[in-house]
């Protein structure tokens, strides 16, 4: 959430859609909760900003989810809108290894924020791709749902609301 609302306030963006996605091909379907629990923590997290909106886009496209099918769907269902994708610096380094990673870097822009600990890579220095000095941040969602199946504390890592809807839902204990 820091980095959508980063990205929403300090780049041309008008807003920033968060797409849940149901199974993103290269992670582990096991370690994911509910589609549709996902994608109430999204909304939980976003609250009240404007800004961000949470997408289920990807519920009714084939599983797994290819960010190109994506993003041409949407292309085609929003085509009033320019979509710009953003990723961390650990994505960057293996966009190469996308489905058909050449015709998202020629159609769409890629905002990309450092991840300590990541290079960003050869595609880093591509003409469509804009690296966004970005606040760096070691917390992912991959982190926080660890630390949730290590049945550590979560507080402050994740909004108040989420937090709250967390300790009452057991989504990823012992995963």
Known sequence: MII???????????????????HNPHKS???LANNYDRLHLVNLAIGENTSIRSSNIEFNLPVPSYTIDTLSYLKEKYGDKEFVLIMGGDNIASLH???????????????????????????ASHKKVKIVEAPLLSISASYIRKLIADDKSVRYLVPDAVYAYLEENPLYKNK
């Open 4 to 22: 959508a609302n980063f990205m929403s306030d300090h780049t041309n963006l008008d807003e920033v859609w968060m797409v849940v996605s149901p």
């Open 97 to 123: 290894k996308w489905k058909n990673y050449e015709q998202i870097l020629a159609q769409h822009q890629i905002y990309v924020y450092a991840r300590p600990g990541y290079e960003l890579g050869e595609l």
């Open 29 to 31: 379907k096991a370690s």
